[in-house]
């Protein structure tokens, strides 16, 4: 009998057993239900674009962090007690050092592959936290945090603070004199605290700095406990990523209750594989031929000795130069002292992560607009969110300059005086021009989309009129790039209305809606943004060049 004949509708053969592989999978789609799932999910359509690539770094970076810090666990020794070091670096040899720096240095020295993984890991940290910025000022510029997302713009929040943290308490384990050093300032910060500090630095060194049970406490905190609620946030943005999708930008046939874009499985499939080796492959490549943070080279932490040019990886830069650049102001009174110095440094740090935390909330209350968005915006059509976020992130640019203003002054040979006072002036100064700057291109190109919109592109030819005129030439614009210069849209600004009722009875309003109205009338009242073209200009303005051209 032939084997056309002896087949069933199944694939397998009449009387021959299914294989191991096709009962496991009976078994498991039996009790867990696992065909209709993936069959419902696994051809979802997600949107594409390539600043999405952003947080697929993010994503990759933290498994690559896991995977290499999983490695370096099994060699680490989170031990002050002091040795000798008698290992094969002799520069080295002979100096009494923690048993923490010992080991760091084994794993740089003597352990196969220590030194790259250790390099991978490290670079890792600072691609992590730099994609998790970028991300976020994408989802920010083109307004992706919006509902139904801003439940998971919190999360990527988390995770860019945790991240911060996590990487501070990394930086910190080897107790080289660099990270003891960054371990000093972090200490002088918490005893700023008024009434609480001393004992919050008391039971967090374990006693007098540098204490002999930090590295002890530190070392569980940095590979257990915070990466495990980064996991489970990660786990969290990941399910709500793949429930509300991606924003799609504006375009034809895209709206708010449709999605144009490709299938998880096999595309993004596909897409995810192979950008996760590119990933992995750039930072084997960086911490192959680039050093960073050579342990070796600044020698064990000793309390009397600061390395020259310490600084901390560039995401907790801003934050030692909001300590660099304020003035030593301090308040004695009662026998206490209040270093308003640190202190206010100190806490302005939360507070400026803290504000795009709650942005989304707060613009949220100032329109009233409680619809659902999936249709990005175009930066250029929200001019004011624009303008904030390039002055939030000067601001950032500037205090990163602050934070290293030893190393400024002596790579460029300036007064380190001079660089304090500019950043100083700077972190005033720079923000709100970067803000009205930003705004102002931001109306500029709108103004341009709109003569673009009404007049069509320009084509560089020169034509003369018979009455001796020369006009440019422009090319109609298709249905669709109109469609996207225009489909954006441009709120009306929440006002209070008039002063008295229809009674002449004059109306009273809380603090809360003067204060709405004003920010309202602020980021969306007239003069913030350019009227886009309206269709019956479009009408009006091409009946005209009908007309004018039947008459020549």
Not at 456 to 474: M, N
Not at 492 to 504: C, I, K, M, S, T
Request: glycine share 10%; hydrophobic share 45%.
């Amino acid at each position: 009998m032939s084997d056309d004949i002896e087949r069933v509708g199944g694939g397998g053969r009449r009387g021959k057993p299914p294989g191991g592989g096709e009962r496991l999978a009976d078994w498991a789609d039996g009790r867990l239900g696992l065909y209709q799932l993936a069959k419902s999910q696994m051809r979802k359509v997600f949107p594409d674009h390539w600043s999405f690539m952003f947080g697929e770094i993010c994503l990759y970076s933290f498994i690559i962090l896991i995977l290499t810090g999983t490695y370096l666990t099994l060699f680490f020794d989170p031990s002050t007690t002091e040795v000798v070091y008698n290992g094969s670096y002799e520069p080295l040899k002979g100096i009494i050092m923690t048993r923490a720096y010992e080991s760091t240095v084994d794993i740089s020295m003597e352990v196969r592959g220590g030194l790259l993984i250790r390099q991978i890991h490290h670079w890792a940290a600072l691609v992590f936290v730099a994609g998790m910025l970028v991300h976020m000022m994408r989802v920010f510029f083109t307004g992706a945090f919006r509902k139904p997302r801003e439940v998971n713009w919190l999360f990527g929040w988390m995770l860019l603070f945790l991240g911060i943290v996590t990487g501070l308490t990394g930086y910190s384990l080897p107790d080289d004199l660099l990270s003891g050093t960054g371990l000093r300032f972090a200490q002088g910060a918490i005893l700023s605290i008024p009434v609480v500090g001393t004992y919050i630095a008391f039971f967090l060194f374990g006693g007098e700095f540098p204490g002999e049970d930090f590295i002890a406490r530190l070392y569980p905190v940095h590979i257990l406990l915070l990466p495990g609620i980064m996991l489970g946030l990660v786990v969290a943005h990941l399910i709500l990523v793949f429930y509300h999708k991606h924003t799609q930008f504006a375009g034809p046939g895209r709206t708010e209750k449709n999605v144009i874009g490709a299938p998880f499985l096999p595309i993004y499939v596909a897409k995810a594989g192979g950008f996760f080796f590119l990933v992995f492959g750039v930072l084997a490549l960086m911490g192959a031929v680039a050093t960073i943070n050579p342990v070796w080279a600044f020698g064990p932490y000793r309390t009397d000795l600061v390395t020259t040019g310490a600084q901390p990886d560039w995401y907790l830069g801003f934050s030692e130069g909001l300590i660099r650049v304020m003035p030593s102001w301090e308040i004695n009174a009662w026998g206490h002292t209040l270093q308003l110095g640190v202190f206010i440094p100190f806490t302005l740090f939360p507070l400026i992560l803290s504000f795009m935390a709650v942005y989304p909330f707060l613009e949220a209350w100032i329109t009233g607009d409680r619809r659902e968005h999936h249709v990005a915006d175009r930066p250029r059509n929200k001019p004011v969110r624009t303008g904030i976020g390039v002055a939030w992130l000067t601001l950032y640019a500037i205090l990163l300059i602050g934070g290293g203003n030893d190393i400024v002054a002596t790579h460029l040979h300036l007064s380190i005086n001079a660089i304090t006072w500019t950043v100083r002036v700077g972190v005033f100064l720079l923000p709100a021009l970067a803000f009205i700057i930003t705004k102002r291109i931001c109306n500029g190109l709108q103004l341009r989309d709109r003569e673009k919109a009404l007049h069509g592109r320009e084509s560089g030819v020169i034509k003369r009129l018979p009455h001796g005129e020369y006009i440019e030439v422009h090319e109609p614009l298709t249905r669709a790039e109109l469609y996207t210069l225009n489909a954006h849209e441009q709120p009306v600004a929440y006002e209070l209305g008039p002063r008295v009722d229809e009674n002449g009875v004059a109306r009273k309003f809380t603090v809360r809606q003067r204060v709405r109205a004003r920010l309202a009338k602020a980021m969306f009242g007239p003069g913030t943004y350019v009227p886009k073209a309206t269709a019956e200009e479009y009408r009006a303005l091409h009946a005209g060049w009908h007309e004018s051209e039947r008459v020549d």
